[in-house]
């Protein structure tokens, strides 16, 4: 058995073979019982599938056929053309060439668009809070969206003072929590806002010797991956009787605070903002915060003699 199994392999004719067998008349039956094998092993043999073929079979077939072992050898001694080798073992060696190129070029493209290419996009979210918030009164929030390339969308969490409520916001929140104070929104990309923003009612308790914060982040997705930002900008504001106009508290809205606040309300006109209240306050030059009704009441500062 073990001779049989180191007997060296030669190359067969199989298209010889067949017409050997059909002109000597001989059934594929017949050959397959001299030789040992089975009808479907001869039927390979002549249709090329098996094109080698071990020396002992060969000779057993070439009895069977009763005809020289050489005249059903390829090339006459079963040896295949060298040309003809070189052909037929071309395309997997091409293949495996190509599959190597294609790796190589799959990890280096891999590294060059993850760790080494310059940015195709660019994110920003930036917060702008009001200097003071008056208890008991409303507080305008607006985070501004700045991007550039392909994000296909975006998740904005933004964490406010617990104890305040959100009652408006432009686009409609997709989540909200007024009891720990937290609020998302999903964005698509066909419907990107370049603002986001909200209405706060701030509580009559707030105290107005701390500092309240705010906390957001943003999740967008370039390039089919999540990439989480920090909201930029203000985070913190403080509890005062004051307008959220009045930058610097003061009790008088400037001419600067006054064109600030005019954009402020023309960005976050869904929040339906009072302007006429803005405008009365900087004509009368002052104004106080009346509590008992939740409303800032113009004062007209005297003129200097």
């Known amino acids: 058995m073990r001779d049989q199994e180191l007997t060296p392999q030669i190359c067969i004719d199989g298209s010889a073979i067949r017409r050997i067998r059909e002109k000597n008349k001989l059934t594929q039956l017949y050959v397959a019982k001299v030789v040992g094998v089975t009808t479907d ?6 249709n090329n599938r098996y094109p080698t073929i071990r020396r002992d079979n060969a000779r057993l077939l070439a009895e069977a056929l009763e005809v020289d072992l050489a005249e059903i050898l390829l090339n006459g001694n079963g040896i295949p053309d060298h040309a003809d080798a070189s052909t037929s073992r071309r395309p997997l060696f091409v293949k495996i060439i190509l599959t190597i190129i294609l790796l190589c070029l799959s990890v280096g493209a891999y590294y060059y668009f993850m760790y080494e290419s310059p940015a195709d996009y660019a994110f920003s979210a930036n917060r702008v809070l009001p200097s003071y918030a008056v208890p008991d009164g409303k507080f305008p ?20 003072p617990e104890g305040w409520k959100l009652l408006q916001s432009s686009p409609p929140p997709s989540s909200l929590d007024n009891v720990n104070g937290t609020v998302r929104w999903i964005i698509k990309p066909d419907s990107k806002p370049d603002t986001i923003s909200y209405l706060l009612d701030v509580p009559a308790a707030v105290d107005d010797s701390r500092q309240y914060r705010f906390v ?22 403080k509890a005062g009787p004051y307008h959220w106009a009045d930058d610097n508290g003061d009790s008088v809205i400037d001419d600067s605070e006054t064109l600030a606040a005019s954009e402020s309300v023309d960005e ?18 002052g104004y106080r915060w009346k509590a008992a009704e939740r409303t800032f009441v113009p004062v007209r500062k005297r003129s200097e003699p």
């Open 41 to 46: 092993t001869v039927s390979r043999w002549e």
């Open 141 to 160: 929030v607006r985070v501004r969206l700045e991007s550039t390339g392909d994000i296909k969308g975006m998740i904005l969490r933004e964490q406010f």
């Open 216 to 237: 957001g982040e943003v999740i967008v997705n370039p390039r089919d991956s999540s990439i989480a930002y920090a909201v930029s900008g203000d985070q913190l504001t």
């Open 268 to 285: 976050m006109a869904a929040l339906h903002l009072s302007w006429e209240t803005i405008e009365k306050i900087w004509d009368a030059g």
